[in-house]
């Protein structure tokens, strides 16, 4: 079945970076496009990134374009994010997923704090 596992989240000062990752499996990683979403406390899940398949065309929410940046390994069916100038409004678990998958992984907290 489908899992995803996201990894990589901590606690960092403000204006710093972090490096989340994404472990797949279970289906075929090479032909979906993958998301990044998170959600803090109080608040609705947000899609964050989008990565295509094909051709790896990228979107970003406008809260985070020029800041963060997804990518894919296709070889080690992995899903990246690189956040760079982190802000506290940043703090969220964030989760990736897949095209048509209704299920999430386990989250991975990031605590952008002084």
């Known amino acids: 079945q489908v899992q995803l596992v996201e990894s990589g989240g901590g606690l960092v000062q403000p204006g710093g970076s972090l490096r989340l990752s994404c472990a797949a499996s279970?289906?075929?990683?090479?032909?979906?496009?993958m998301s990044w979403f998170r959600q803090a406390p109080g608040k609705e899940r947000e899609r964050v990134a989008t990565?295509?398949?094909?051709?790896?065309?990228?979107w970003y929410a406008d809260s985070v374009k020029g800041r963060f940046t997804i990518s894919r390994d296709n070889d080690h069916d992995t899903l990246y994010l690189y956040m760079n100038s982190l802000k506290r409004e940043d703090t969220a678990v964030y989760y990736c997923?897949?095209?048509?998958?209704?299920?999430w992984g386990p989250g991975t907290q990031v605590t952008v704090s002084q």
């Open positions: 997923t897949r095209t048509n998958y209704g299920g």
């Open positions: 279970g289906f075929p990683f090479s032909n979906y496009a």
């Open positions: 990565i295509t398949n094909a051709d790896d065309i990228t």
